[in-house]
Each structure stands twice: as structure tokens, then as C-alpha cells.
């Protein structure tokens, strides 16, 4: 099994026709998935929020085997994601898109149980001691990529469980829970 870093690659990885959209539709579809799933849990194990469509991107080219995917092939893909819910187009020309290995709703639950299980049912944090505090260490919010972070927030101001402050910048935003 071929490796990138630490990341396990399937085996289709090696095969040359998954490197180019095949034309029949059952063989297309079939691609597609297991393209999405690669994209995803590469995505999630190696911390990546954003995919610029124009830009190196590790799984969109093989050197050992000489294939690259096609501009077509980068686009079918990412679109599947965000047909599925599962990313989004950043910007009109969809050029970028933010990749979300967690749904919204998923990072919301996440952030609910970090701070259930660290006691911080009534405290105040800043948005970036969410994301590189000493409590997120080790947890899947580590790192996280700020427009995914505050998108989850807002969903639980929305739902009362807390409430979000701004500073003077954007560093200084704060968190007061109410769970």
C-alpha cells in the first residue's frame, strides 16, 4: 500500500483510469465516490480545511504512475463534495472550496462535548483558545480553520448555548457558554 506521510492511500491510487473521468455512467459514479472518501478522510487526518482547485494538491497527482487529475476531474469531485454537503465553493469562480470532513451541525456537537468534558459549562474562552488553547491539544479542534470554528458558534448562539462577544479584533472575540 503506498503512503503520503503518514496517510494510508487505497489502492485505486495506482490505477492509471482513475486518474481520468471515465465515460460511462456506473463506472463514473463509483469513481466519484471513492474519490469523495479519499478527499474527505485525507482531509480530516492531515487537518486540511481549504482546496484551491488551480493549486498543488497532494492527491491530485500520482508521480509514480505519471498521472494527474485533469482541471474536469478536480472540479467533478469537489462538486460531488458540495452536492453532498460535505464542502463548499469560498468564493463565485469556485476556485477554493472548504472542505468539511464534519458538517456544521457535527462541529457544533464537538465543541458541546470538548467543553462538557473539560468543565467550561459557564466560562469564557476566546475563539483562538478553542483553536490552540491548552485544552484543545490532542482534540479535533485543534487547528481548526477559523471560518468552520466561528460557522459552528454561531449555529450554537443560534440554539442559546452560547453567546459570542466581540474585542477590539478579531483575536479578541470571546465565547461565554450557557450549557
Not at 456506473?26 to 478527499?39: D, F, N, V, Y
Not at 456544521?104 to 467543553?115: C, E, G, K, P, T
Not at 470554528?149 to 454561531?154: F, G, I, P
Request: a negative charge; glycine letters at 6%.
Amino acid at each position: 500500500m503506498q503512503k503520503m506521510g503518514e496517510f494510508n492511500l487505497p489502492n485505486f491510487f495506482n490505477y492509471p483510469p482513475y486518474f481520468t473521468l471515465q465515460p460511462v455512467r456506473e463506472t463514473r459514479e463509483k469513481q466519484i465516490q471513492l474519490w469523495k472518501e479519499l478527499i474527505i478522510d485525507f482531509c480530516r487526518t492531515q487537518k486540511i480545511f481549504v482546496i484551491g482547485l488551480e493549486e498543488d494538491f497532494p492527491l491530485f497527482s500520482n508521480p509514480a504512475i505519471e498521472r494527474s487529475l485533469s482541471h474536469e476531474a478536480r472540479m467533478a469531485f469537489l462538486s460531488a463534495l458540495v452536492y453532498d454537503g460535505r464542502a463548499e465553493w469560498m468564493d463565485k469562480g469556485h476556485r477554493k472550496c472548504l472542505v468539511l470532513w464534519h458538517r456544521i451541525q457535527d462541529w457544533a456537537d464537538l465543541i458541546v462535548d470538548f467543553v462538557k468534558e473539560y468543565g467550561l459549562e459557564d466560562s469564557v474562552m476566546t475563539v483562538e483558545e478553542i483553536r490552540s488553547g491548552t485544552e484543545s491539544r490532542g482534540t479535533e479542534l485543534q487547528g481548526m480553520d477559523r471560518t468552520v470554528l466561528m460557522r459552528a458558534l454561531k449555529l450554537l448562539e443560534h440554539k442559546g448555548k452560547l453567546a459570542i462577544f466581540k474585542g477590539s479584533s478579531a483575536d479578541d472575540e470571546g465565547v461565554k457558554f450557557s450549557l
